[in-house]
């Protein structure tokens, strides 16, 4: 066992006991924003187990989360704002502490692979997982001033 697969079990560990927690306790607005949290702990932790084992598929894992994670709770946003109309979820502190993590785990990730091409799919995955997640959190906040639904 080396160093990065002990900070992916202590991301995976930590993040997946929060986002556990937050899903199967609380109400609606508590487990939507469980639910994006999840999408910013298994990133980075595919991303960390991926350097961990040698395996770039798991990069392309990472990546796919990163689309999909984001999109995946805008929908549920979406769907459920009937039922969010009362009480709004408002996460900003997770979900910059989430961000903020991705963030490490991928300048992490950049500094040991070192400049190249190999280098550039952390840094996408990165961008993605930090502007997704904070688009989704602001879109389950409320969203975006002057945007009317359509």
Request: contains cysteine.
């Amino acid at each position: 066992m080396n160093g990065w697969l002990v900070a992916a079990a202590v991301v995976l560990g930590g993040g997946g006991a929060a986002a556990l927690w937050g899903v199967a306790t609380g109400p609606l607005p508590r487990r939507l924003v469980a639910q994006n949290l999840t999408t910013s702990v298994v990133c980075p932790g595919l991303l960390l187990l991926s350097r961990g084992y040698q395996r770039t598929s798991y990069v392309d894992l990472a990546l796919l989360m990163a689309l999909l994670g984001p999109v995946g709770t805008l929908v549920f946003a979406r769907t459920l704002a009937g039922e969010l109309a009362g009480e709004r979820p408002r996460a900003w502190t997770l979900t910059w502490a989430a961000a903020g993590a991705g963030a490490v785990v991928v300048i992490a990730l950049c500094v040991a692979t070192g400049p190249g091409r190999a280098m550039v799919k952390p840094l996408v995955i990165g961008a993605l997982l930090i502007g997704g997640n904070a688009i989704a959190s602001r879109a389950m906040s409320g969203g975006f001033q002057g945007v009317h639904r359509g």
